[in-house]
């Protein structure tokens, strides 16, 4: 949902950004890979720490890396399928990071089996959802379908991890968690049903 929303509100917004990377000689693939890194690196060092705001003020700061790289393919002519590729891939990179962060804390100092629990299961669960997607395409058939795209999944748990470092109750971030978890489950078993439709189809 916010993909299609926001998508054309944030296209412009980092237009003069993504100019000005071009003028300056840097390629998109660069913006890819050190937003990724941003990200990570927010994750890792901070949730695992409980200092939730500051990691959630990092993140934020590079995730929007994901939007200027394209639209610096775009004006600069080199949008391909080397340029989808890293970035999807290392979009996983920074999802499986943000989640494997609070992994860490709950599973350590934090220790909070429940919650825990609940980031690595929307850990796997949305990657499972992605690759249904990228797995169906391979076959040559689309999944583009499910109630959890991974920009409702990213925001709601960034933004409810940020408020939870401020002053949110944790308990919050519990019913978040669990109903993203819910969410990517249904859109699973939504995209598989997708493809099968389509695979009885052919048959």
Same mark, same amino acid.
């Given at each position: 949902?916010?993909?299609? *929303?926001?998508? &054309?509100?944030?296209?412009?917004?980092?237009? +003069?950004?993504?100019?000005?990377?071009?003028?300056?000689?840097?390629? +998109?693939?660069?913006?890819?890979?050190?937003?990724?890194?941003?990200?990570?690196?927010?994750?890792?060092? *901070?949730? +695992?720490?409980?200092? *939730?705001?500051?990691?959630?003020?990092?993140? !934020?700061? *590079?995730?929007?890396?994901? =939007?200027?790289?394209?639209?610096?393919?775009?004006?600069?002519?080199?949008?391909?399928?080397?340029? /989808?590729?890293?970035?999807?891939?290392?979009?996983?990179?920074?999802?499986? &990071?943000?989640?494997?962060?609070?992994?860490?804390?709950?599973?350590?100092?934090?220790?909070?089996?429940?919650?825990?629990?609940?980031?690595? /299961?929307?850990?796997?669960?949305?990657?499972?959802?992605?690759?249904?997607?990228?797995?169906?395409?391979?076959?040559?058939? !689309?999944?583009?379908?499910?109630?959890?795209?991974?920009?409702?999944?990213?925001?709601?748990?960034?933004? =409810? =991890?940020?408020?939870?470092?401020?002053?949110? +109750?944790?308990?919050?971030? !519990?019913?978040?968690?669990?109903?993203?978890?819910? /969410?990517?489950?249904? =859109?699973?078993?939504?995209?598989?049903?997708?493809?099968?439709?389509?695979?009885?189809?052919?048959?």
């Amino acid at each position: 949902m916010l993909n299609r *929303f926001a998508r &054309a509100f944030f296209t412009k917004l980092f237009t +003069p950004v993504a100019r000005l990377l071009l003028k300056l000689g840097i390629s +998109p693939d660069v913006v890819t890979i050190v937003g990724t890194i941003g990200v990570c690196a927010g994750a890792l060092l *901070f949730y +695992p720490r409980h200092e *939730f705001f500051v990691g959630t003020l990092v993140i !934020t700061a *590079f995730v929007f890396s994901d =939007t200027i790289d394209g639209v610096m393919a775009r004006m600069s002519g080199r949008s391909g399928k080397w340029g /989808a590729y890293l970035d999807s891939t290392l979009d996983r990179l920074g999802d499986a &990071a943000i989640f494997g962060g609070l992994v860490l804390w709950y599973a350590g100092d934090g220790n909070d089996i429940l919650m825990a629990g609940l980031a690595l /299961a929307c850990l796997i669960l949305g990657s499972v959802v992605s690759y249904a997607k990228a797995r169906a395409e391979g076959l040559g058939m !689309t999944a583009n379908v499910g109630i959890a795209e991974r920009a409702d999944r990213l925001v709601a748990t960034l933004v =409810t =991890t940020g408020l939870v470092g401020l002053f949110l +109750p944790e308990i919050v971030l !519990t019913i978040v968690l669990a109903l993203l978890a819910l /969410a990517s489950l249904v =859109t699973i078993i939504q995209r598989m049903w997708a493809v099968r439709v389509q695979a009885l189809a052919e048959a």
